[in-house]
């Protein structure tokens, strides 16, 4: 069964970092590339970024609003994905998913989600 | 960026009834399409992709149509279990994007 879970989640003064992690199960993890979505509360989603596998030499992209704040990184050998969140503002308060980009291309399987608030 | 425009944002309707929701994007995307279904409190679930395949394990009452710019989910029966948000999202360009959601209610 795959199993996405998200950690890390917590509160945060503006201008903070927070790193989140996702521990994947289930599933070849170095085979697929991964996304992080995140949802503010009370609206809709917002995609991230993602990360693609080693053959793709590990490339990023990410959406133009954490672009040089948000890092995505990953470590095949713990079967873990991980968000770096830097310069935190209030508009980052959100619960922060962890996809699996599946071989058909959409997301496939979602964490249950984490919850960042950033408040002063 | 691709701009999905989902309409409407609210919908009531009763049990049995067929529901609509329609997504249109600002720019051509093929039938780079999904459809996701999101319950009050949990993470979203796929339900459609390549614009009209439906995931594994999803009820037949759900479908999807559509390529290009203009694309439709379809609940051909509601049920009580539907109560929810459901989102397209767009995969053919970089940044993946996400429509602003239909929320169903009954």
């Known amino acids: 069964e795959v199993q996405l879970v998200e950690s890390g989640g917590g509160v945060v003064h503006p201008g903070g970092s927070l790193r989140l992690s996702c521990a994947a199960s289930g599933f070849t993890f170095s085979d697929h590339y991964m996304d992080w979505v995140r949802q503010r509360p009370g609206k809709g989603l917002e995609w991230l970024g993602r990360i693609r596998t080693k053959p793709n030499r590990y490339n990023t992209e990410y959406a133009a609003s954490v672009r040089g704040r948000f890092t995505i990184s990953r470590d095949d050998s713990s079967n873990s994905l991980f968000l770096q969140l830097n310069s935190l503002t209030t508009e980052d308060t959100a619960f922060y998913f962890c996809?699996?980009?599946?071989?058909?291309?959409?997301?496939?399987?979602w964490g249950q989600g984490t919850l960042v608030i950033v408040s002063s | 960026d691709v701009q999905l425009t989902q309409s409407p944002s609210f919908l009531s309707a009763s049990v049995g009834d067929r529901v609509t929701s329609t997504c249109r994007a600002s720019q051509g995307i093929r039938s780079y399409l999904a459809w996701y279904q999101q319950k009050p409190g949990k993470a979203p679930k796929l339900l459609i992709y390549a614009a009209s395949t439906l995931q594994s394990g999803v009820p037949s009452r759900f479908s999807g149509s559509g390529s290009g710019t203009e694309f439709t989910l379809t609940i051909s029966s509601l049920q009580p279990e539907d109560v929810a948000t459901y989102y397209c999202?767009?995969?053919?360009?970089?940044?993946?994007?996400f429509g602003g959601g239909t929320k169903v209610e009954i």
């Open positions: 996809t699996r980009r599946g071989p058909n291309g959409p997301n496939d399987y």
């Open positions: 999202q767009q995969i053919n360009y970089y940044p993946v994007t």
